[in-house]
């Protein structure tokens, strides 16, 4: 289940980095698609793969969280070093 949580995290991050907000409806649709069928099939139970599936959901979330704020941050350095005020120097 870490690998799964991690895979997620790191999947939100990327999704972060790139697109909108409204990306994370299909791609948590989708996760919790296949989070549940490998989970039965893999002799977890059904409320295990469901938790498994919600804590996934959660660390996507995350990543995603952690990923748009990465891009915010690099777009504001890169505005700090476009944009700088010049230095007044003495003469």
């Known amino acids: 289940m870490t690998e799964l949580l991690i895979f997620s995290f790191l999947a939100g991050a990327v999704l972060g980095q790139r697109f ?26 059904f409320l295990e793969g469901l938790k498994a599936a919600v804590f996934a959901a959660i660390a996507l ?13 690099l777009a504001a350095a890169r ?11 003495a003469r």
């Not at 990306?23 to 977890?44: E, H, I, R, W």
């Not at 990543?63 to 891009?71: D, E, I, M, P």
């Not at 505005?79 to 120097?89: E, G, I, L, Q, Y």
Request: aromatic share 12%.
């Open 79 to 89: 505005a700090a070093r476009v944009f700088a005020r010049p230095v007044k120097a």
């Open 20 to 45: 909108r907000v409204l990306v994370l409806l299909p791609v948590t649709f989708f996760l919790v698609l296949t989070v549940l069928p490998v989970g039965l099939m893999t002799s977890l139970g």
């Open 61 to 73: 979330q995350a990543g995603y969280l952690f990923g748009s704020g990465a891009r915010f941050a």
